[in-house]
């Protein structure tokens, strides 16, 4: 029972935010009964296939095989990092965090940065890249999105969304005589304690009704955004913490007509976030059809909470 529900079950629950949040854990579970059936012979070792059949598609949101092909260094490589405000409140013990952000950034030669908690007072220079636009989530605030980068950014505008304290950002990035539409966006957060737990057995009614609210307020962010997006006439690529992982009903939406570069080049879990232990993949950058993805990385630094990504790209 517990298989059929952990894969095949999948998709009529993503509305559910314990299921679309625990899918990960669910997996791992079902792949540890298979192991046990597995050891004794047993029958329904035949239900994984089974729900393997039936679910290969949303499997593969949650683990990507080894790529074999052979990377190549040309391309616009763009890279999305929520910096968690540049550990301003302390939350790790190393004291340099910012300037080891940076040294991180410089190495991997990454051609544009997409920033997102980016504390003004915190943040190193970034002297490497020349172009750089802050937009606060908040009128006058100093926590914001940022953009740094190696080549020119233009017409930038900020995004914000409703009664929220998070939001984004929109600039045009001209690169190889072309423009892209660059979009840095940070929805809404749970804002969940350490007392909140997904595989607690506290887990109450007022968390499900915390978590149900905050996935309503997600989806209409993203909604939202889609409604801005639509008059853009340029290839887009979108840096996002999403907050959710590709389970859920924002990332359908988000990712209907975009290309996740996770699931085109990328390897192995992806997570970029640790939640009550459970490894989740909450970073995305989406791209247009229009564009090539070339490879794509999860970087393992821990000078946050957020494990940034990159891709690399190329016009098709």
Request: net charge neutral; charged share 20%; aromatic share 14%.
């Amino acid at each position: 029972m517990l298989q059929l529900f952990g894969m095949g079950a999948l998709g009529n629950f993503i509305n559910i935010p314990l299921i679309s949040l625990g899918v990960p854990l669910l997996c791992i579970i079902n792949f540890i009964f298979f192991v046990f059936w597995l050891l004794r012979f047993r029958w329904p070792v035949f239900l994984f296939f089974g729900t393997l059949l039936v679910s290969f598609q949303e499997l593969k949101l949650f683990y990507q095989p080894e790529n074999n092909g052979i990377s190549i260094s040309s391309g616009l490589k763009v890279m999305s990092y929520n910096v968690r405000s540049f550990n301003r409140f302390k939350w790790l013990e190393e004291t340099a965090v910012s300037s080891l952000i940076e040294t991180f950034v410089n190495q991997s030669e990454a051609d544009v940065i997409c920033i997102q908690e980016f504390a003004l007072n915190e943040a190193p220079k970034f002297e490497n890249y020349p172009y750089q636009i802050f937009k606060p989530y908040i009128e006058d605030g100093t926590i914001g999105s940022c953009i740094v980068s190696k080549y020119p950014l233009i017409k930038s505008k900020v995004i914000s969304f409703k009664e929220s304290l998070n939001g984004g950002m929109q600039t045009d990035l001209i690169w190889q005589k072309d423009t892209l539409r660059l979009y840095n966006l940070h929805f809404e957060s749970f804002r969940l304690d350490r007392t909140d737990s997904l595989i607690s057995s506290n887990y109450s009614e007022k968390i499900r009704i915390k978590l149900q609210n905050v996935f309503n307020i997600q989806y209409q962010q993203v909604i939202e955004f889609n409604s801005l997006s639509e008059s853009n006439p340029y290839p887009e690529i979108i840096c996002t913490d999403l907050n959710n992982n590709a389970f859920s009903r924002p990332y359908s939406e988000i990712q209907r007509s975009r290309v996740d570069a996770f699931l085109d080049k990328g390897t192995g879990f992806g997570a970029t976030y640790n939640f009550s232990f459970i490894p989740m993949r909450i970073d995305f950058i989406f791209v247009s059809p229009e564009l090539k993805i070339i490879d794509f990385e999860t970087h393992t630094v821990k000078l946050s909470d957020h494990k940034p990504i990159s891709v690399r790209l190329k016009k098709n």
